[in-house]
DNA sequence: GCAAGGTC
């Protein structure tokens, strides 16, 4: 019997397209990446029965990236970006997907590929082709790989798609590919680009990471946008006339609406004003609806989470996802607003019914249930329904929010729309016209389930009679401003986004987050984004050198020439290298054109001279240096113009030591009490002076012959851990002491309140450590004896050992760990015939006095 | 450390 691979795009899919093809007969078997694989026998074409094996992918397999040459920002100016080799990774080597691909292949003679019917979909369709080719035997041939064409999960499209088998499309897979590079190629230049350009150049520019994307700059467009029309909006004055009439007294609306000149309308007030009766010219009644909603997709979910919920496109997603993998709602990420024509609403609703939350509503739906609307039909999932009914109790507060949403969307959607009644009286005053309207519901229709929508108090109005006069109570003018829009909601970002086409329903939430994340806008109540200054800028920025970097329509213009691959009426290479030398175009030109850039961010961020408290020295001009705080912490020389990256933690100023290699003021690190700490001079920890000191290492990796502070005057032991670690004497925080390991984390507490602890010379001669001496004042002696002063070794000496933490643990490893003997003396050699080789437990750099020498020559 | 697109 031959065998039939077929490939989902997601688990979920494989699951219910073998439950549909192999009318609910297949067997099933867990793979260890999250994917399953559905088996069972049935016929194929014109083969008679075939084994199926039906298993899926979970998204892409294969991501863009440069190769690693190209990985370093230092090392590479991002202008070699556009030109640069990449090359496809496997999205999650975790997943082994593609292993896992070639081995469910085995054997089988056919693929059918039922990825989503989009472009990505068709793009991996490929990837899952390319993971096959050694093992399926030609299956790049149409007569051994085949495409499914799907709109809807249901039997009939299912079963129709398979009768009717295409071939992928390789043109469209190429747009993707496009795509892919393109954006790879625009984001990374740009983002690197800004990111070094700007870092470190304000002090107060609180970001490490200046982002650029074709997606995500448009985005923070919009909401900038909306920020300069509020700063631009210039209120204008404007008056109208109120009319107060009838019995019960109503306040008339003018016809006119307002007027922009005060005396034309005191002129309509006083001519209004010579009549004591208005003239009912019309009443007149009419029937109004509002529409019952859509079928619930994704970016509607979205919208209304954040507009009636308050829950962000990126929580709600998250929420949407989770109910969706626990059996509460369908398949969450879907452009489909309409109900696939089989679709079993009746038994959606039945499930509903019991519900304590909603059910009386439920019920009242299922004896009036109404056709639901149409809408679009994108061809991916049926739209976002109840699978499940949940109790309140069984889930979090926000979570019971969104699934209580989707239920009564639901049922929203089969309910009957609302009718109201509008009646509108016309008053004629002299030749002003008021009128008057009143809204009286008259079926409340969807808003029996959504609640939230509930039409207003019905409105009363006199009993106005078509040509009667009615006496004027008053008359009088009002004056009132124009207002500014307000700042952007999500909801309406998301529109933004939908209509132009920036983001997929699947990213829209991510690119929001985005912007967010990298401190561009912030959210604030009512879900309104506002622009940080850092946003402002940056697409003032883009405003000033280029404006079409951040404009929407940029993303639609290369959305359009990837469509040409898509049809095949433009060659892949053609368009790519085409649209590739118009980005770099601009980028070349925004380089050259980042002054006008940074002139704005000079005018909103500090430059860097400014910014920051005095600090420590300098060792080449003596003069005191900034401390930047924002990350990347740093202290900067405006006088030499140079910046010291420091470590990430605590840093201040370590007394009044100096580095005796460059005259640079020490500074102490500490991540607390328990934390690492060490000295370390800002000028060595950039530029080591020796070889064997590392780039970022502090005064405890540092092999200076005599300096106090040094690896070799501080040094105790090799560290009981880690292999090539150094257990160091770290003084900075005395009275407070500590072992540090110089290469990993280990820390041995010890000596609490003494004064003073040094290194002595010499070594113990159980462990081959150096024994330390210690003194405390007389008074606040921790020794059992009462005495203040004493030497002896930190791990062997019975008078230190309750005054060393984990002492026993360390004891026992060093002895086991064969102490004085290990890789000592004979490393030591020669060289170091001071014998302070031996110091630090045997381990001395090798070559340490050549390396002194080079140095200092 | 970077994009955007899938999906968990």
């Known amino acids: 019997m031959k065998s039939v691979l077929m490939v989902a795009e997601k688990p979920s899919l494989a699951a219910s397209l073998a439950g549909i093809l192999s009318n609910g007969r297949c067997t099933a078997k867990r793979g260890n990446n999250g994917c399953s694989t559905h088996e069972w026998t ?66 089988c003679d056919y693929l059918v590929l039922w990825l989503d019917c989009d472009k990505e979909g068709e793009n991996i369709c490929f990837e899952v082709m390319d993971a096959v080719q050694h093992v399926i035997h030609n299956v790049y041939s149409t007569y051994v790989t085949y495409r499914a064409h799907f709109s809807a999960i249901t039997d009939k499209d299912i079963k129709g798609a398979m009768e009717s088998l295409g071939h992928p499309n390789k043109n469209e897979a190429k747009s993707v590919d496009a795509r892919q590079e393109l954006d790879l190629r625009i984001g990374c230049a740009f983002t690197r680009f800004q990111t070094k350009f700007f870092q470190g150049r304000y002090g107060d520019l609180d970001s490490s990471l200046i982002s650029y994307g074709p997606c995500q700059t448009p985005t923070l467009g919009f909401c900038v946008k909306r920020h300069d029309d509020i700063q631009l909006f210039k209120p204008e004055t404007f008056w109208y006339l109120q009319l107060v009439a009838g019995q019960p007294e109503v306040t008339l609306e003018w016809a006119r609406g307002r007027v922009f000149k005060k005396n034309i309308a005191i002129m309509l ?70 109900y696939p024509e089989n679709f079993d609403l009746h038994a959606v609703l039945r499930l509903l019914q019991p519900s304590g939350d909603f059910g009386d509503e439920a019920r009242a739906i299922s004896s009036d249930f109404q056709t639901p609307r149409k809408g679009k039909d994108a061809g991916d999932h049926p739209p976002i329904t109840p699978m499940k009914l949940g109790q309140r109790n069984d889930f979090d507060r926000d979570t019971w929010r969104v699934y209580e949403f989707i239920c009564r969307h639901f049922m929203g959607t089969i309910s009957r729309d609302l009718k109201y009644r509008t009646t509108t009286a016309k008053l004629k005053v002299g030749l002003e016209t008021f009128t008057c309207t009143a809204n ?13 929508l509930a039409f207003g108090k019905d409105e009363a109005m006199p009993p106005f009679v078509q040509g009667t006069q ?23 970002l998301i529109t933004l986004m939908e209509q132009h086409g920036i983001g997929t329903d699947a990213s829209i939430p991510v690119h929001i987050n985005n912007i967010c994340q990298r401190n561009y806008v912030k959210i604030e109540t009512g879900r309104k984004l506002i622009p940080t200054t850092l946003g402002i800028v940056l697409v003032h920025g883009y405003q000033k050198i280029d404006p079409e970097l951040v404009l929407p329509t940029m993303r639609s213009e290369v959305e359009r020439m990837l469509t040409l691959i898509a049809k095949g009426s433009a060659d892949f290479n053609d368009v790519l290298r085409h649209a590739i030398k118009i980005f770099k175009l601009k980028f070349v030109y925004f380089v050259q054109n980042i002054a006008s850039m940074d002139m704005l961010f000079e005018s909103s961020f500090s430059p860097l001279a400014e910014s920051g408290k005095a600090h420590s020295r300098c060792g080449k001009c003596r003069r005191y240096m900034k401390y930047i705080q924002t ?44 934390g690492r700490s060490f000295p370390f001079c800002p000028y060595c920890y950039n530029h080591p002076p020796f070889r064997d000191m590392p780039k970022f290492g502090g005064c405890n990796t540092c092999t200076h012959p005599t300096c106090p502070h040094s690896l070799n005057t501080l040094g105790i032991s090799s560290c009981v851990e880690c292999e090539t670690g150094v257990l160091v004497l770290d003084s900075t925080l005395s009275p407070t002491w500590k072992l540090g390991c110089n290469r990993c984390d280990v820390i041995i507490n010890c000596f609490k309140g003494a004064t003073k602890i040094t290194v002595e010379e010499n070594k113990c001669s159980e462990c081959g450590a150096q024994l330390v001496n210690v003194v405390y004042k007389s008074d606040k002696s921790k020794f059992k004896d009462g005495s203040e002063e004493k030497s002896g070794c930190v791990f062997c000496s019975s008078e230190f050992a ?56």
């Open 631 to 674: 990350k990347p912490a740093r202290l900067y020389c405006s006088h030499c113009n140079d910046n010291y990256t420091l470590p990430n933690g605590n840093v201040k100023v370590y007394r009044e030591f100096k580095c005796p290699l460059d005259d640079f003021g020490l500074l102490a690190f500490s991540t607390g009490v328990k």
């Open 42 to 107: 049935g016929p194929f074409r014109n083969e008679g029965n075939v084994h199926f094996r039906m298993t899926s992918v979970c998204g892409h397999v294969m991501s863009l990236d440069f190769t690693s040459k190209y990985t370093s920002w230092d090392k590479v100016d991002p202008v070699q970006l556009f030109d640069c080799p990449t090359e496809k990774k496997e999205c999650n080597p975790k997943q082994q997907m593609r292993s896992f691909l070639s081995h469910e292949a085995r054997g």
């Open 470 to 492: 009615v006496p004027i109570t008053d008359v009088r003018l009002a004056e009132s401003q124009t207002g500014p829009p307000d700042y952007l909601t999500e909801a309406e």
């Open 440 to 452: 009286v519901l008259l079926d409340a229709g969807f808003t029996k389930a959504m609640t939230w």
């Open 269 to 338: 007030l006083n001519r209004v004003k010579e009549h004591k009766e208005a003239t009912v010219e019309s009443v007149s009644s009419k029937e109004s609806f509002r529409s019952k909603p859509q079928a619930l997709n994704t970016v509607e979910l979205m919208r209304i989470c954040s507009s009636g919920l308050g829950i962000g496109p990126f929580q709600a997603m998250q929420i949407a996802e989770r109910l969706y993998t626990q059996g509460y709602i369908s398949y969450p990420r879907t452009e489909t607003n309409q």
């Open 802 to 857: 309750h005054l060393v933490e984990k002492h026993r643990a360390v004891a026992s490893r060093q002895v086991r760990s064969g102490g004085p003997s290990r890789g000592g003396g004979g490393a030591a050699g020669p060289g170091a015939g001071n014998a302070r080789g031996g110091r630090h437990g045997g381990r001395p750099p090798k070559d340490k006095m050549a390396q002194l020498a080079a140095y200092f020559v």
